[in-house]
Structures are given as C-alpha cells and as structure tokens.
C-alpha cells in the first residue's frame, strides 16, 4: 500500500469520524437534548488520536466533552528519534508534553487502558470509567521485537525512543565494519525510516572521519 494511499484512507476516516460526531449533535438535539455536550472517549494519543480530536474541537467547540487517553506522558514524531539516535537532540527537547494540549472540550488522562467494551462503549483504565456517546480506537500496534530471533539479543531498532537512546550511545564505538539496516517484516510503520537512517549514518560516519571503514 502507498504512502499516498495510506494518507488518503487516513483523512477519509476521519471525515467519516467527524460526520459521525455531527450526527449524534444533531440527533440528540432531535430528542430534546440541546444544552447536552457529545462524550467522546479516544484511546491513543498518536498522529489518529490527536489529529482527530483537534477536528473535533475546532468543528464542535462548544457542544463537545472529549477524553484523551494515553499511558504515555508526551508525543515524540518518529523523525525526532533520528535525531536522538545521531546525537543532534536530546531526549527531553523532542518530547511534547500532552499536559501542553489546549484545545476546547478536550481533555487529557494519563491511564493505561485495562479493558473496552465496544458494545456498551464503556473503558475502563487503571483510574476509573468513561462512557461515551461515540468510542474511538486509536492505540496503533506495538512492536513484537521477539518475533525476529536475536533482535533483542543481538540487535537495536530506533522505532521506539528507548532504542534510539541505547544507538546514541553505542554508535560512538563504531569505527569499522558492517553496519546493517534491516526491515524484518512487511508491512512496516513509517516506510521512509529505514532508508533516512542509512543516509543518515552515512553522513555520521563521515563527520567522524571513518566512513572508510565501515560498509553499510
């Protein structure tokens, strides 16, 4: 699937969340509740997750009660970690603290998710409950590291901060040798990042004057 492709099905989604959000408004105005505010819950404070709750704040400001929920404490861009990798930033300036969010009828929890019922649209974290008029999914996929034998053991990844972290402070030891960049299976989130890092090394190990030695 193309990134195009990918970016599309992303923005049609959420339209089709948006006109979702409106028709509840409408139909609970319908019934007589006016003066009542959607209860949106979103679970994932990711690019869906906070994407989608801006466009419904700025679509429905006054009439909306939305809950953000994530375990982490702050958003880091993938790109960002490159640069944590290579020594350029470091971990605290690429971090975007979600206390930060400031957007009408949102709010942020920090909680770890502990079930979901889809059907009574009901989610309980390690905090408390949350019901919702309208129950969003947006927690993305977690990397199965163990699924490639000796990844752990042998190997780094920078999709995640705390490998990016552990590169940082390996690659100053690398002076010669093959360095291998590898995509363990298919599909694979961000579909640039492995040939940036590449590239990237490349230039790392160029400024330190070894990129002779060293085949990537």
Same mark, same amino acid.
């Given at each position: 699937v193309s990134t195009f492709t990918k970016a599309w099905r992303a923005g049609a989604n959420y339209m089709i &969340?948006? #006109?979702?959000?409106? #028709?509840?408004v409408e139909m609970s105005d319908a019934r007589g509740n006016r003066f009542k505010n959607l209860r949106v819950v979103v679970l994932g404070a990711g690019f869906g997750g906070l994407e989608l709750s801006a466009m419904?704040?700025? #679509?429905l400001p006054d009439r909306l009660d939305l809950t953000l929920i994530d375990e982490n404490d702050s958003f880091v861009f993938g790109f960002s970690k490159l640069d944590v &990798?290579?020594?350029?930033?470091t971990t605290e300036a690429v971090r975007i603290a979600?206390? #930060?969010?400031?957007?009408p009828?949102?709010?942020?929890?920090q909680e770890t998710v502990t079930s979901i019922d889809p059907k009574e649209r009901v989610v309980t974290t390690n905090r408390g409950t949350y019901e919702a008029d309208?129950?969003?999914v947006a927690l993305g996929a977690n990397y199965d590291v163990?699924?490639?034998?000796g990844l752990r053991e042998g190997g780094n990844e920078f999709y995640s901060l705390a490998g990016a972290e552990r590169l940082r402070d390996e690659l100053p030891s690398f002076t010669k040798g093959n360095a291998i960049v590898g995509v363990t299976s298919m599909p694979f989130k961000c579909p640039p990042a492995p040939s940036e890092a590449a590239l990237m090394l490349h230039d790392y190990l160029s400024e330190r004057g070894v990129r002779g030695d060293c085949h990537i």
């Open positions: &969340m948006l #006109a979702r959000c409106r #028709a509840e419904l704040s700025e #679509a &990798m290579f020594g350029r930033k979600y206390s #930060a969010i400031n957007k009828g949102v709010r942020f929890r309208v129950l969003v163990e699924a490639t034998p």
